[in-house]
């Protein structure tokens, strides 16, 4: 199910300001995120070009690049190397913006790419035109365009990073109820990537949704980590089992080491992978930072990434078997997680937090008082009344056990539960 084009509304606005500035333009983010959708939907109402890599030679990968654009250009030349291409580029009478979507894929064949580019940028390229060089691996496009020693460091006048959509957007493209629960726990399934979301039909509940993209015969998303992980030049089996260690609970570095029998030491580097990739994330106690704690934790950061490895890679075999209440169970214990990101990013700043006996979900500075904390539990269900006063006498009587408590003197409380998705 094709959906309709929604929101992307500060993309749209920064691509408007790089088409008429003009230059180098970066656009980078994950596999199905939706670049090119966005990329489509903006060059079409500005007849810009476009052409998307293949994975090929050298050569093979010029004439599909000319042959995308040929019909566009004034030119009775068939380039056959890139800077032939870029001097028929330079030689047209008429603006024009392109995009090279999956521009990694020309970089990985021919090395010297971004230095032919960068003399042509420096010294060619017509004014007023812009080149957009867009592509999947968050690793990659930063090698390429955010490291000092790359040739096309500081070309770009802008580098925009495609983020996942949020649960607004995806009620709005997928005719779903913002306060219904299972509408969160259907976000949940597909988190904030619009090509999942084609999966999303009215009527259906999240079970059967989990059901047509995880565990049905052949389903869609049975190699997507292996694919996301290629994507971002991640490979080996320890990628994997690294994130089903996490998937699974070891979220500590020293439980992931345990859990893939090797030192913890050596774990470094594929963790630093993995974050870069932003396939991970790593998280602190809130007011403690790398160098001040060892108390890390790392999460897997995508709803769809951590659902693969939380709940369809250690249920795929049994999952048959299940009840419907015990599939319904798994899926909402795995949205529980989904909804405890969901409160934290409603307020600036905010983080867990965790000491010997002590666990708060949510703590971040107050923006309605400075000095102030605010310390919040957060439950997936609707709480009564009762339920609510309870959960709070719990949650002051935490604060009192905690080191936090020492230094920060102003405090207000917080309970949120699934109520606020009607907020």
């Known amino acids: 199910m094709r959906l309709d084009f929604v929101d992307r509304n500060p ?80 030689l047209q009478k008429r603006r024009w913006i392109l995009c090279l979507d999956e521009f990694p894929y020309l970089t990985a064949v021919d090395a010297s790419l971004p230095s032919q580019l960068q003399k042509w ?14 592509g999947s691996s968050t690793r990659m496009m930063h090698g390429l365009f955010l490291h000092r020693a790359a040739p096309l460091y500081g070309r770009a006048t802008k580098l925009l990073h495609v983020q996942p959509m949020d649960y607004t957007a995806f009620c709005r493209a997928c005719g ?32 059967t949704l989990a059901e047509s993209l995880y565990f049905d015969f052949a389903p869609y998303m049975e190699q997507e980590p292996q694919r996301i992980l290629r994507d971002e030049g991640v490979i080996g089996l320890n990628a994997v089992a690294a994130l089903e260690a996490v998937g699974r ?3 500590r570095p020293s439980e992931i080491a345990s859990r893939l029998g090797t030192a913890q030491t050596n774990l470094s580097r594929l963790l630093q992978q993995l974050l870069d990739a932003s396939i991970l994330r790593r998280e602190l106690p809130f007011g403690e930072s790398v160098r001040s704690t ?27 078997t299940y009840t419907a209440s015990q599939k319904k169970k798994l899926i909402h214990d795995h949205a529980a997680t989904v909804f405890e990101d969901f409160c934290r990013a409603r307020f600036s700043g905010a983080q867990r937090y965790w000491e010997r006996n002590v666990e708060l979900d949510l703590v971040a500075p107050d923006p309605g ?55």
């Open 249 to 251: 609970g070891a979220e």
């Open 11 to 90: 993309e749209l606005r920064e691509l408007d300001a790089a088409g008429k500035r003009g230059g180098l333009l970066v656009v980078y983010g994950r596999r199905r995120v939706g670049k090119t959708r966005l990329l489509g939907q903006w060059l079409q109402a500005r007849d810009g070009l476009y052409s998307q890599a293949i994975e090929a030679q050298r050569d093979l990968q010029i004439q599909q690049v000319f042959h995308d654009l040929r019909a566009r250009l004034e030119t009775q030349i068939v380039p056959k190397t890139w800077p032939e291409l870029l001097e028929i580029l330079a």
């Open 121 to 134: 940028l420096d010294h060619s390229l017509p004014r007023g035109c812009l080149l957009i060089l867009a």
């Open 369 to 423: 008082e400075r000095n102030r904390l605010i310390v919040a539990e957060i439950k997936w269900r609707r709480l009564s009344v009762a339920e609510r006063k309870n959960v709070l006498r719990q949650l002051e009587s935490k604060w009192s056990r905690c080191s936090l408590r020492a230094r920060h003197s102003q405090v207000r409380f917080e309970v949120l539960d699934a109520s606020l998705l009607i907020k």
């Open 176 to 207: 779903q109820r913002e306060d219904d629960m299972q509408s969160f726990e259907k976000f949940a399934c597909v988190g904030g990537i619009p090509k999942y979301w084609e999966f999303v039909e009215r009527g259906r509940d999240v079970v």
């Open 294 to 320: 060892k108390k890390i934790l790392y999460r897997i950061h995508d709803p769809t990434m951590r659902f693969w490895f939380r709940v369809y890679s250690p249920h795929q075999s049994l999952w048959r």
